[in-house]
């Protein structure tokens, strides 16, 4: 069970996170919108940040 949570944690959430991250940074610059282009940046940051924070808690 450990290693199914671990998988979701390390492979799927940041993958995500960063996708998203990265749709938002760009849509915010093209349309202008500061708002979304920071959700953007903090998303993608956040998607980097999430594996180091949660799987330090889980194991």
């Known amino acids: 069970m ?4 671990t998988t979701i944690f390390s ?3 940041p993958v ?3 996708f998203f991250g990265l749709l938002l940074i760009i849509s915010g610059i093209l349309d ?3 708002p979304k282009f920071g959700l953007g940046i ?18």
């Open 2 to 5: 450990a290693i199914i949570g």
């Open 32 to 34: 202008e919108n500061n």
């Open 42 to 59: 903090v998303l993608f940051i956040v998607g980097c940040a999430f594996p180091y924070v949660v799987l330090n808690a889980l194991i």
């Open 16 to 18: 995500l996170f960063g």
């Open 11 to 13: 492979h799927i959430f």
